[in-house]
């Protein structure tokens, strides 16, 4: 069995979010990854909560299939041990505030000196070029800015950060895509390249039709609650015991759904005929469509909706979403060994290619738990030569 990405080696020198993601999905998809971290603290979320036996949970989360090797890049010894990995590895990823890799100089014009076929990619909160390149930014602020919380909320309520750190998982996956994309040029061209990634423009990008609906309208479009701002009916109901997920996304699905609630009228009345005329007039078709659904049990809806063939489902907390049959079944809930902790559950790899094997391969190291390992494969140092860098304050 191969991997896609096992002839890829990966310099991985970010940190909590959005880099790490990135470097996850190249892991996991194979990619040989040193997660490069300060001695003595490491990646700023391994102080994040919470916590099994002192290890951090959200860490571990992010930062399975990867060797941990620390240097104090403020050592100069440490710097030239930098420059001979990126003489070894294809791609480096830093997701530091610009600016940052040129003070230490290590900026992508010295490296791709070294290293003709590096593939920098960086990812940071507004991109390394543009007004607010020097800026710092969280996820917050990026959801804030991109647009993302204006149209996310309760219909006539407050803008509303999205729970997940979206900003950051999008940032991570573009810069992966953009790393990947860069490997295939390189393969044709020879040389490598530099991916510079924005948290913003990752957030604009992914704003859907809602740019799209402000150019047509010139109206900034608002929060919807659960309601698809053009789709109709798409969206939960109350049931006799609870809520359930429709998505009728077409007029054959909008047939079938009436007939299977019991108002077969509808499909033929001229003000639903259509999903335009839906949208319309959602505020005359929504009551109807909501007194049909109180007459059953969530449960009994579920059913009744799959059989029916429309698209549905419950509203599932976390803990039942971590028990479905269909995520258990795809393998998306994995235990994995841990050096210290023992078993530990992990979201499993969504990705699923044939003849490639999705389970984890290794849980989050400790810090610098392969300092020793990545000196002497990549670099030939012994024992000896190692130690003397612990007590040198290099490692």
Request: glycine share 10%; with cysteine.
């Amino acid at each position: 069995m191969h991997y896609p990405l096992e002839n890829i080696k990966v310099l991985d020198m970010t940190r909590v979010l959005a880099g790490p993601y990135c470097t996850m999905v190249l892991a996991d998809l194979g990619a040989e990854v040193i997660k490069l971290e300060s001695p003595g603290t490491g990646d700023d979320s391994r102080a994040f909560g919470p916590y099994i036996e002192d290890e951090s949970a959200y860490f571990m989360s992010l930062n399975r299939n990867k060797e941990s090797f620390t240097l104090n890049l403020k050592n100069d010894k440490a710097k030239e041990i930098f420059k001979e990995l990126i003489k070894k590895v294809d791609v480096v990823v830093e997701n530091f505030k610009p600016g940052t890799m040129e003070k230490l100089g290590l900026g992508y014009d010295v490296l791709k000196e070294l290293n003709p076929q590096l593939i920098y990619a960086a990812s940071s909160g507004f991109g390394h070029t543009g007004p607010y390149s020097d800026r710092p930014a969280y996820d917050g602020v990026i959801q804030a800015m991109g647009g993302i919380m204006s149209i996310t909320g309760q219909k006539g309520g407050e803008p509303t950060r999205v729970g997940p750190s979206v900003a950051d998982i999008f940032s991570g996956l573009f810069t992966a895509i953009g790393i990947l994309s860069s490997i295939n040029k390189r393969s044709f061209t020879g040389v490598g390249a530099k991916v510079d990634v924005s948290m913003l423009d990752c957030q604009v990008g992914i704003l859907e039709n809602a740019i799209a609906r402000y150019f047509v309208t010139g109206n900034s479009p608002k929060p919807e609650g659960n309601k698809h701002a053009s789709i109709v009916p798409f969206e939960p109901f109350d049931t006799s015991d609870g809520k359930i997920m429709v998505a009728a996304g077409n007029d054959k699905l909008f047939g079938y759904f009436c007939n299977l609630i019991g108002t077969p009228e509808l499909i033929k009345d001229e003000r639903f005929a259509t999903n335009p005329m839906r949208n319309k007039n959602y505020d005359a078709l929504r009551p109807l469509i909501a007194e049909q659904m109180l007459k059953r049990s969530t449960a009994e809806w579920k059913v009744a909706l799959i059989e029916a063939g429309v698209p549905s489902g419950p509203i599932n907390n976390v803990e039942m979403v971590v028990t479905d049959e269909q995520v258990l079944f795809r393998n998306m809930i994995q235990e994995v060994h841990h050096p210290k902790i023992g078993m530990s559950h992990l979201p499993g790899i969504p990705i699923k290619i044939s003849g490639v094997d999705d389970n984890i391969r290794f849980a989050a190291p400790m810090l610098g738990q392969h300092n020793e390992k990545i000196l002497s494969e990549y670099l030939g140092y012994s024992k000896e030569e190692v130690d003397k860098l612990k007590e040198g304050g290099v490692l």
